[in-house]
C-alpha cells in the first residue's frame, strides 16, 4: 500500500472515485447525545453513524463538559466554547493531511493555536448589546512540510475552503429544535 | 449554601451582579492547541484561559479527534462534525442548567439528541455545489422539570437566545487565521 502522512493514499482515492461516481456513498449523517449530569458538567455519546443510508458501528465515545471553577463548575472536563475550538482544530488537522496527502505533500509537522474571546454577560443575560458566542476567533497553523511556500499558502486556501467545521463555524447552519416534555 | 440543579444558587447571584457591576469580569479568552499526530488522527489540548485580563490556572485536557474506518482513520476518537455536536450539547446543556436555576426551576433530567447531514463530496474537493459542513442540524430536547409547560417553553427559547455555542454554529463567525511556516 502507498502512504502518505499516515494516509492510504490508494484507499484515498478509491474513495474520492467511490464518492464521484456514487453521489450517495458521501452521504453520511452523524449522531450525538449529550445527558446532564448535575451542575454545569454534562457527557456527550458518540457512536454509531450512518452512510448512504446503513448504519455503520462504532464503539462509543464519552465526551464530558464542565465549567472551570471561576464560572461554578468543578472543571471536569473542557467547557462548551472550548470544545468549539477543539472541533475546529480536530477538522482542520484532517483536512489538511488529507488535502496535502492527495496532492502528494508530506507533511512533517502540523499545529494549530487558537483563541477565542467571549463577553459573558450575554450567556448571563445581562445585556442584548453584545454577542453571546465568541466575537472573533482566532487562529495559528503552525506548518513544516516538504513543498514550497506558495504550494503551502495555495494549501491551506484548500482547507479552508473545504473543512467542515470551519464551515459550519464561520457561517450560518439551521439548527431545528424539536421540544419533548418527558 | 443554597443550591439548585447542583448549582451554588448564591454564587450564580454573585456572579451575575459582578459582571453587571464590572463588565470586564464578564470578559473570558479560551483557548486551545491542535495537534496533527499522524493520519487522520490529532489531539486538542486545553487548559488555562484568560478572565479580565488575568490568566486563570487549569489542569490540561487532551481530547483525541479521528475518523472512523470508513472515512480512512483508526477511530481512535470522534471526528471533527461529532465533536462539534457535541460541543453544542454541552454548551445547551450548561445554559438549560443555569438560566432555570436563575429562574428557580428545577431540572429533574435533561438530555439532547443531534443528528447532522453532511455531502462529503465538499470535503473531498468534488463538487462546489454542496455545501462543505453540515447543511442541517436536527436536535431533540427531552426535559423533566419541575414547571409548567408553558414557563418550560420560555426557557427554552431563553436557552437558544443565551447559548454561547448555539450562537457561533447557528450564526457566522469571524475566524482569523494567521499561517506561520516552521
Known amino acids: 500500500m502507498s502512504e502518505l502522512n499516515g494516509i492510504d493514499t490508494d484507499a484515498l482515492e478509491n474513495l474520492i472515485e467511490s464518492a464521484s ?5 458521501a452521504s453520511f449523517t452523524f449522531r450525538a447525545e449529550t445527558e446532564w449530569i448535575g451542575g ?23 465526551i464530558t463538559g464542565d465549567e472551570p471553577e471561576a464560572l461554578l463548575g468543578d472543571r471536569a472536563g473542557p ?4 470544545h468549539l475550538l477543539a472541533a475546529i482544530g ?10 496535502a ?19 459573558l454577560r450575554g450567556f448571563l443575560g ?4 453584545v454577542r453571546v ?22 494549501l491551506h486556501e484548500e482547507v479552508i475552503a473545504t473543512s467542515p467545521v470551519y464551515d459550519n463555524v464561520t457561517n450560518e447552519v439551521t439548527l431545528d429544535f424539536d421540544l419533548q416534555f418527558e
Open 21 to 25: 461516481k456514487d453521489p450517495d456513498k
Open 40 to 62: 454545569f458538567a454534562s457527557e456527550t455519546h458518540i457512536s454509531d453513524f450512518t452512510q448512504d443510508g446503513t448504519t455503520v458501528e462504532s464503539p462509543e465515545f464519552t
Open 79 to 82: 467547557n462548551a466554547v472550548e
Open 90 to 99: 480536530s477538522c482542520l488537522s484532517v483536512t489538511y493531511a488529507g488535502h
Open 101 to 119: 496527502a492527495a496532492h502528494g505533500i508530506q507533511l512533517n509537522d502540523l499545529s494549530f493555536e487558537f483563541e477565542g474571546d467571549i463577553d
Open 126 to 129: 445581562l445585556s442584548e448589546d
Open 133 to 154: 458566542g465568541y466575537d472573533q476567533i482566532r487562529a495559528t497553523t503552525h506548518l513544516d512540510a516538504d513543498a514550497s511556500e506558495d504550494e503551502l499558502r495555495e
